[in-house]
């Protein structure tokens, strides 16, 4: 029999995630009567989501500033039981999302925020 050289499905998740930059495209909140899209502000359209092969996470805000101080948010990101996506931040704060799609230019994440739960949708840059 011949032997699969193979790797395992978070390996596959970690090439697909770290290949390219990403984007916010859409934002929904999930609610009991049915999901409401979001008005997702320019300052985080431009947005660009950066997952490095060595694990290593940016986010980098655009030419459009949420804030005149905001700045570049570095940190560390690994994919945990093939169904999370967690963030540390270098200020030490860290938190996990749901993936709920991984395609080649397609991420989706589920998050609660409050009582609320949101799925973000992602292209690739």
């Keep these: ?5 193979s790797i395992s499905e978070i390996d596959q998740m970690k090439q697909i995630i ?3 930059m990403w984007k916010l495209s859409t934002t929904v909140f999930i609610t009991t009567t049915g999901n409401v899209a979001q008005t997702i502000p320019a300052c985080r359209l431009d947005n660009l989501w950066e997952y490095k092969s060595d694990n290593k996470f940016s986010l980098f805000p655009g030419t459009i500033k949420c804030t005149p101080t905001e700045v570049t ?3 560390s990101w690994d994919i945990t039981d093939a169904k999370g996506l967690k963030i540390t931040t270098s ?3 860290s938190y996990t999302d749901e993936i ?7 991420l989706q994440l589920k998050y609660t925020l409050g009582s609320g739960a ?3 949708t992602y292209v690739t840059n």
């Design 91 to 93: 200020s030490g704060a």
């Design 118 to 120: 949101y799925i973000d």
């Design 18 to 20: 770290s290949a390219k």
């Design 1 to 5: 029999t011949k032997k699969e050289d």
């Design 73 to 75: 948010t570095l940190g």
């Design 100 to 106: 709920l799609l991984l395609e080649t230019n397609k």
